[in-house]
């Protein structure tokens, strides 16, 4: 939630980006037109469901992955296309969980009036038959973020290793260039799906919508507010891998972690922290302890 809290002005920045102004790269201009009509705490408007959706999501997406990499695949061994087809039923699944409490922050953000109620009460208001407004949009970015995410991922990480040296940077790097391709390849989706949301009646077809966005404001409005989501997505990833490696590391070292791709990512880069520190023992003070180890 910190991760969430930490990137979430961008966020709104790239909601009024693509109802409002329909404009790929404006986003030093929308966040100062925030600051002065709203003031600052303008930037945080609608953020409760974000930091209640986040959590919940977060565990379907890691815990649920990991389920279909142990059970469809024999013995699975990271593969290219066994990653796409994870990402894709990972994603389709993803999408109805972040479906209703996507579609009340973005009510939240393009309001023009202050918000009278909370993230709870402003959902239940909307009725469980309006939470699904956009879903189809929805599952199509999803399904399009999470199969490119992890393959890219494997893709960047299998190709950064030297034996099993990965290293903190590695790992990030990897996450951040999967992260990034994966917002820009869903992004006329998620345009899409921000229009349908922000749009109390009208067109829920996602051809339709295309047809006006593109009507209105050109083909390279499709991609409205795609820098602006990668600046929340780019970092909110790594922040939230780096808080769970360092908590982990910390209050349950020694606990298992039901997630194959991460875990394996921990101990690799582990092992080259360990190699790192045997090399200064023996260069700094002489201590061979593959030496020492055989002789106890």
């Known amino acids: 939630k910190f ?25 030093r201009s929308v966040a100062k037109n925030i600051i002065s009509t709203e003031g600052f705490r303008g930037l945080y408007k609608g953020m409760g469901p974000q930091l209640i959706g986040i959590t919940p999501e977060k565990i379907v997406k890691l815990a649920f992955s990991d389920y279909l990499r142990r059970n469809i695949f024999e013995n699975y061994e990271p593969h290219f296309g066994k990653e796409v087809l994870v990402g894709l039923i990972t994603g389709s699944v993803v999408a109805f969980i972040v479906n209703p409490y996507e579609l009340v922050k973005i009510r939240m953000q393009v309001s023009q009036y202050p918000i009278e109620h909370g993230a709870w009460v402003s959902l239940f208001k909307l009725g469980p038959q309006n939470w699904w407004r956009g879903i189809r949009a929805t599952v199509i970015r999803d399904m399009i973020f999470h199969s490119t995410y992890f393959s890219v991922f494997h893709l960047v990480k299998s190709e950064l290793v030297v034996g099993d040296d990965l290293g903190s940077f590695g790992l990030f790097f990897s996450n951040s260039i999967a992260a990034f391709s994966a917002v820009i390849l869903s992004a006329p989706l998620d345009m899409i799906k921000t229009k349908i949301m922000a749009n109390h009646s009208g067109p829920i077809g996602i051809i339709e919508t295309a047809k006006k966005i593109v009507a209105r404001g050109g083909r390279l409005s499709m991609v409205s507010g795609a820098f602006a989501r990668a600046m929340v997505v780019v970092p909110l990833f790594t922040i939230a891998f780096l808080a769970f490696e360092t908590l982990q590391s910390y209050f349950a070292p020694d606990t298992f972690i039901p997630l194959v791709t991460w875990q394996e990512d921990i101990d690799t880069v582990r092992r080259s922290r360990l190699q790192k520190m045997e090399k200064l023992l023996l260069n700094e003070y002489g201590i061979d302890l593959t030496k020492l180890s055989k002789e106890l």
């Open 3 to 27: 991760a969430a809290f930490t990137t979430y002005p961008m966020d709104r920045v790239k909601t009024l980006l693509q109802v409002e102004y329909a404009n790929a790269f404006n986003i």
